[in-house]
């Protein structure tokens, strides 16, 4: 751990994090020089994420010095949350905010109408997010099929697909210019009359590279395919039935391809709308890792509480109790004891308002954008480092106590974050659209942002707090990292504190650890150790499926998370996991089965 001291500020920052920030997210001069440092990034961020404070502030009555004194007080706030590693803003926040581009979204849906120029619109308009750092989705369920009729020329449409191939041409190009790789979601309807095509349009060429792919599923497939029954694909353009298939064999479609390489996902379409806070605008599709159901040209502005960090030390925890007095006298702390729930609170409440000043402060890519992020100011506070706060509190993964600890971190986070958005509604109005919103049409609760919670993937955010990213297990305990040309193992520290305080550590055990990657077969680790440092791959399907469903309980938009199947997984394993996950009320499904595709990101015992 490197340490940078400023002010008596201090960012803790690994190598890992710091070759990232360098290459990407902090200022460079033209010679391609940092000329900031971490601990300046995060002062900018803060900074400017504050700045509407004034404004705010001013249009409540408050003179111009009580406001600006609101404004500092927060960019405190703001400052202290990032520093400590508690709450990271997306990506393109830190990388943007109060810079000349000052884009801050991570997830944009552009809709793609049923003509060349909605296509080709929504081509550009593409190119200019990727540009910026922001992933898109498309719906491309409108399209006609291919080999339909086109009237003006009386040629025939190449359908979705083959328009699909010319969004990801378009993406190749650009990431060559922007600031990291552009990243997109292609979604079909299950009903749409190309759908075998799309299920199989990534596996046996090499046009699709830039998109993750969905299928959109409907509770009307899902019926019939329990009840096997013959399911119709339709024309987009007329409603006309152009073909009847079996339901269970375009399932098995599915599920093939998704066993053979983790594609297609699913999305369950009917679900998403149901939850759709604004009715008015429909969803048809998702941000790249799937997790923000948006409407087309809507954003949103992700943020994430490393929940590690909240975790109180057995001492601490005791005191806690002690001051608590309870009635019933001294026990053993619990679990939900072990967590310091007033500083969760209180971060919840400013990562909120931080979420909804980044509205504000968005440079929006588009004025349709822009009109319809303002208008709904869909917000995603989500969670990282939950891995970490099981294996700190001594609770495995797959347990009944790591479901219930995952219901009572996403529950009070969730209510914490509605309470914000109506506290800030009082303050700043309630949304543009909200008046067609069932917000006012439920319950005629006034709030601030149209969705306050989603859990994003984090893939470098956890990197720079330095936790396991959002709600996955572990990858690996340990993994051995070349370096100078020798292979030195590279252990979870917290594993090497408890290897130590427990009196099992040695030089030799951790390379044997680095060499499995896990810790399960190691017999010099004791048994209960071996249990709770579980790894992804150890979880079963339905122990991760039982985890996305927890969190998706008291989540506003959707879940990122894979669930993993060992490379022996069976294609039926594969069906039941899919079906398990619509059972438990989850919104979507994205699958990997360990070795199924020729370039794994991360392999076990070996160096990422
Ligand atoms: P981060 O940790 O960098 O903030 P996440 O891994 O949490 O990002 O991803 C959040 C969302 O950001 C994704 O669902 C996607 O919409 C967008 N995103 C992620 N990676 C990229 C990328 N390389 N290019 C464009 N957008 C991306």
């Not at 909120?352 to 303002?374: G, H, T, W």
């Not at 100011?377 to 939950?386: K, S, W, Y």
């Not at 319950?443 to 893939?459: C, Q």
């Amino acid at each position: 751990m490197e340490t940078e001291r400023h002010d008596a500020q201090v960012f803790e920052v690994n190598d890992n994090a710091l070759a990232v920030l360098e290459k990407r997210y902090l200022k460079k001069n033209e010679a391609g020089d940092a000329i900031e440092e971490p601990i300046d990034m995060f002062r900018r961020v803060a900074g400017t994420i504050a700045e509407p404070e004034v404004d705010f502030g001013i249009a409540r009555g408050l003179s111009g010095d009580e406001a600006r004194a609101v404004s500092e007080e927060q960019e405190k706030r703001f400052l202290d949350l990032m520093l400590s590693r508690k709450f990271m803003p997306n990506s393109p926040t830190l990388m943007n905010a109060g810079r000349e581009l000052a884009q801050l979204s991570a997830c944009f849906v552009l809709p793609v109408e049923d003509s060349i120029d909605s296509i080709y619109d929504t081509l550009k308009h593409q190119a200019v997010i990727h540009k910026s750092g922001g992933g898109t989705g498309f719906g491309f369920s409108k399209l006609r099929p291919k080999g339909d009729v086109v009237s003006s020329t009386m040629g025939v449409s190449s359908g979705p697909v083959s328009f699909m191939s010319v969004f990801d041409a378009s993406t190749d190009k650009i990431k060559q210019g922007g600031t990291r790789r552009g990243a997109n979601m292609g979604i079909l309807r299950v009903d749409h009359p190309d759908i075998e095509g799309f299920i199989t349009c990534k596996h046996d060429n090499d046009e699709i590279n830039n998109f993750n792919i969905s299928v959109a599923i409907t509770d009307e497939f899902m019926e019939r395919a329990r009840a096997d029954l013959d399911f119709d694909l339709k024309n987009p353009r007329d409603g006309e039935v152009i073909k009847t298939v079996r339901a269970q064999d375009l399932f098995r479609k599915i599920v093939e391809g998704a066993w053979l390489n983790g594609e297609p996902g699913v999305v369950f379409i009917d679900r998403i709308n149901a939850d759709n806070p604004t009715p008015q605008f429909p969803i048809e599709a998702t941000n790249p890792c799937s997790e923000a159901h948006l409407p087309a040209y809507d954003s949103c502005n992700l943020g994430s509480i490393n929940l590690e960090r909240f975790v109180l030390t057995a001492a601490q925890a005791e005191e806690k109790i002690a001051q608590n007095g309870r009635a019933s006298g001294p026990r053993a702390p619990k679990e939900t004891d072990c967590v310091d729930w007033v500083a969760l609170k209180e971060c919840v409440r400013t990562a909120v308002r931080f979420l909804d000043n980044v509205i504000e402060q968005n440079d929006y890519p588009l004025a349709e954008i822009a009109r319809m992020s303002r208008g709904n100011r869909r917000i995603g506070l989500g969670v990282m480092g939950f891995a970490d706060a099981l294996v700190k509190l001594g609770v495995p993964y797959d347990s009944g106590r790591a479901l219930e600890l995952a219901n009572s971190f996403m529950e009070f986070i969730d209510r914490h974050a509605w309470e914000a958005s109506r506290d800030l509604a009082e303050e700043r109005g309630v949304f543009a659209n909200w008046e067609g919103s069932v917000h006012n049409a439920r319950d005629g609760r006034r709030v601030r942002n149209a969705t306050v919670t989603t859990i994003a993937p984090t893939g470098t955010i956890s990197m720079i707090a330095g936790c396991s990213g959002g709600i996955e297990p572990l990858f690996a305990v340990a993994f051995l990292r070349r370096q100078a040309g020798m292979e030195m193992p590279d252990v979870n520290p917290e594993f090497v504190k408890i290897a130590k305080d427990r009196g099992f550590y040695s030089e030799d055990l951790m390379r044997s650890v680095a060499e499995h990657g896990s810790v399960r077969d190691v017999e010099e680790v004791p048994e209960d150790v071996r249990r709770v440092w579980v790894t992804s791959q150890e979880i079963s399907p339905e122990d991760h499926v039982n985890m996305q469903a927890a969190f998706q309980k008291h989540t506003s938009m959707g879940i990122s998370k894979t669930i993993n199947l060992p490379n022996e997984a069976t294609i039926q394993d594969v069906a039941d996991a899919y079906t398990l996950t619509y059972s438990v009320g989850c919104k979507g499904v994205a699958l990997y089965r360990d070795g199924s595709r020729d370039e794994q990101v991360l392999s076990k015992g070996s160096a990422p």
